[in-house]
């Protein structure tokens, strides 16, 4: 288990925290190397004792000896100058005035013993040597009482007893300096790899202090999450479980850690929980799954389980991670959700089916009451009984609308409606919808106009079928509610440019808006029934279902007194092409001597830059354009049509422009037929390889017009092969 650390510095932040770190590392290296110092320096008095009373235990005078002046030295200034700084290491280790003590000692220390050995050159290196050590503290501070002991000891010596310090009985003072000169030099250096190893602690507590917030992080984010997460082992056993996991399952973290995930699946589901513990060993890859716990208590507790593999450094498999969502609710939402389901949809089918009978059985006497009333129509009635008659028709004919309309929202409500999209042109659809209208509206003197679209060629992906009856429903109620003399009036909005806006417009009465949210209301007439007006009050509810299938959108604005206008909005596409158009441009000498037809087919998902070759091509001689715009179009209407050339992109939406060109050369018809290809990819290579696929010629883009012609001219030329293939 990853213990849970309950850090003293938890809150501050990561910066005060590497400060902190910093300072108790130094400090440590403080108390560490003034206890080195302490034991180093009761050594080094041992030490000058020692060499003392070996090198010159005693002097002479004459026939009497008596203990060398060193050996006193060695013992008496030895120990003044070593016992206080020792006894300042046992006090106050880490203080500054203990290192700067030490530093001051040693430095005295090594004065002494170049003095012990008579001024020896090589006992000055105990000076260098005392340096470095120094360097320890990590303090370039200490150097500066340590040098200015030094030199002012060779200094003095140097002047008043040379043979101490260097040996010889006079000195020169510069001797003094150049000692002096190779301790800054050396402290130079020493001072610079102070400072280095300062950054580099510095470095290293921000570092730790970034790492212990990361880990912080991580721990709690563990701790307090919303979903249950567990560490498994390899083993198969748990490592560490948080909160959630436990108040899910029912047991408390020491029972999970003594037991093993299988012991907490649900039977049914433990072979699978092991082979996706399998998988993820071999694939590396994360995995999500439905499965069952048993609680604490006995419940089953269905989860979203998802658990990924945490491999180390050297990318060997650690461990595994899981997260827990509880689903038992949502797996229950789900069940009555579908029961619900379940029951509407056989509700739902039982009506469709009760209404489909009733159709059945209502339009057959209504086939009689219409049919036979319009043969005694025929049959020169009094006018009294034309008068009957006709009521007779009127309410047949508007009982057959209600059961039509009704079985539409049956049919939109189960599902059975049978919707084909395609792209729509808006205007055409408009029009047809107008002629249709046009003699209502002039029965009833209204002027009904169509405001031109702004846009040349509108199309939308709609039904076509159910548009129109859209659009013929709208125009139908706003002739009827219009006044004798009034306006309707049909435009259009495109500003959205994903969508287009169709409104109809009157100047009839309008709307109250309080009833206005009963407007599509089935049956809901507004009141409307109480008028001369004909109508079943379901063509708006059946325009709004209708729409809503096409993933569009109907609605109204309406200002009492003064009219309304209700629009429907679908979403805008492109031409209805079905993949190919033919159409026929211009005029084009022909290059042979009959002057006969030439086709050429254009292969081409944009449509900008066939309108450019349409244009390139409007005044030259009678040519019949064929365009494709994906390349399965495209090989069809080769084959169908044996054009005179091909031209040909290289980038379609589904088959490229090389598989293209395979596809023709492969082909023993297709192949004779010369293909230009036309791109915009220019490059040496492309050109080459596309030719020596079979391509007649290369043209990139933006087109020179005087090349692609002349390329047109060399390349729609039949050639005799060409020719007697066609004809055969």
Known sequence: MLEIVD???EGRTSTGRADELFQQHRKEIYEDTDRLFGRFMAIQWVGGILFALIVSPHTWVGQTSHIHLHVWAAIFVGGAISAFPIWMTRVWPGAVATRHAVATAQMLMSALLICLTGGRIETHFHVFGSLVILSFYRDWKVFIPATLVIALDHFLRGIYWPLSVYGVLTASPWRSVEHGAWVVFENVFLVMSCLRSIREMRFIA??????????????????????????????DRFRQVNTAFCKMIGYSEEELLSRSP?????????????????????????????????????????????????????????????????????????????????????????????????????RTPLNAIIGFGQLLDRQNPTGQQRGHLRHIIAGGRHLLDLINEVLDISR??????????????????????????????????????????????CYVLADKQ??????????????????????VTISYDVSNGGRLRLLVSDTGVGIPAEKLSRLFTPFDRLGAEQSEVQGTGLGLAVCRRLMEAMGGSIGVESIPGQGSRFWIE???????????????????????????????????????????????LADQAEMELIVAFNGESGLALARQHTPDLILLDLHLPDLSGPEVLTELKSDEIMRRIPVVVVSADATTRQIERL????????????????KFLRAIEEAATPSEETKECVAA
């Open 691 to 706: 030719k020596a696929a079979g391509a007649h010629s290369y043209l990139t883009k933006p087109l020179d017009v005087e």
């Open 570 to 616: 679908l979403p805008r596409s492109a031409p209805a092409f079905g993949g190919m158009v033919l159409r026929s441009v211009g005029r084009f000498r022909a290059p042979d001597a009959n002057n006969g037809k030439r086709s050429i087919l254009y292969i081409e998902d944009n449509r900008s830059n066939v309108m450019l070759v349409e244009e390139i």
């Open 206 to 235: 921000n570092r730790t202090a970034a790492l212990e917030t990361s880990e912080r992080n991580s721990r709690q984010t563990f701790e307090e999450a919303p979903i249950g997460m567990a560490v498994i082992g390899l083993d």
């Open 262 to 362: 299988v012991d907490l699946t649900y039977p049914d589901d433990r072979a699978e929980t092991r082979r996706i513990a399998a998988a993820m060993l071999e694939s590396n890859a994360h995995c999500s799954a439905e499965k069952r716990f048993v609680c604490k208590n006995g419940e089953v507790l269905w989860a979203m389980r998802t658990g990924c593999l945490i491999r180390d450094g050297a990318g060997n498999p650690r461990h595994f991670l899981i997260m827990v969502e509880d689903i038992t609710q949502r797996k229950k939402a789900a069940a009555a959700l579908q029961e619900a389901k379940e029951e509407a949809d056989r509700a739902n089918n039982a009506k469709s089916e009760f209404l489909s009978r009733m159709s059945h059985e209502l």
């Open 412 to 457: 939109i409500e189960s599902g059975r409606l049978q919707l084909s999209l395609e792209p729509v042109c808006v205007s055409e659809a408009v029009q047809e919808a107008f002629d249709l209208m046009r003699p209502a509206a002039v029965e009833r003197a209204i002027d009904l106009s169509v405001q031109p679209c702004p846009e040349l060629h």
């Open 7 to 9: 850090h003293a510095w």
């Open 466 to 487: 159910r548009f129109k009856q859209v659009a013929l429903n709208l125009l139908t109620n706003a002739v009827k509610y219009t006044p004798i003399g009034g306006e």
